[in-house]
């Protein structure tokens, strides 16, 4: 099942990415290149919607990783919202939920940001 | 089926998400066979290793130029699930005892992971190729 990400901008200028699918070493190739169009684009707050990832692994969580250096690289910053229960334990595991706060909806990512 | 009934599902793959889709499928089957949700945690950690180890196995597990299968069984059997894949890459004995990296490091992750999310994490090469063994209690 291949990662799919859609891209859409708030009124605000906050990009979101809606992933749908397995955030796996099949998959984290098309966020980091959603990442790094909207970086190119000059986006320097991103959301990641996680609502419809199914399944997280290490290789996935690297692309995350990568795209909150990019972010941060240009002084911007990174938030994830949704994340299911296997993601946050994978976030928990690798005391990465340290790194990255996560919000239980997109409104709430959105909301101070 | 109850908890106490076995289970057990083979495959052989080539292709890396061809062998992903497989191993989902695997621990689906397991889930309704037992008639667990999706949030079931034991089940949901095994996957995660089972995860780890397996797309490790789909990507460095095969000589560069060839098209050697992974082979792959899952079993359930007395409350415990095992999960053996078998592949033809390079021995991979110094990576087994690899830490969790620092938070930086967007690598190296995955047998650490495995590590504790399973009862048990077996390895060991046999002539040729690589056989690993997962095992969760449920």
Partial sequence: MALDVQTRQTDGGIIVLAATGRLDVAGAPALKDAVSEAAKNGSSRVVIDMEGISFVDSTGLGSVISALKQIRGSQGDLRLAAPNQQVRVVLELTTLDRVFPYYATVEEALTGF | ?138
């Fill in chain 2, 1 to 138: 089926m109850g908890s106490k009934q076995p289970f057990e599902f083979r495959a052989r793959f080539i292709e890396l998400d061809e062998g992903l889709e497989v191993l989902h499928t695997s621990v689906e089957r397991l889930r309704q066979a037992m008639g667990r949700t999706v949030d079931d945690r034991p089940l949901m950690l095994f996957e995660t290793a089972l995860g780890e180890i397996g797309s490790n196995v789909l990507t460095h597990g095969r000589p560069p130029g060839t098209e050697m299968p992974v082979d792959y069984v899952l079993r359930f059997e007395g409350g415990v699930v095992e999960a053996s894949l078998t592949d033809s890459g390079a021995p991979v004995h110094e990576h087994l005892k690899r830490e969790m990296p620092a938070h930086e490091s967007e690598r190296g992750r995955g047998l650490a992971m495995a590590r504790s999310l399973l009862d048990e994490l077996g390895y060991r090469r046999d002539g040729d190729v690589n056989r690993w063994r997962l095992v969760k209690r449920l």
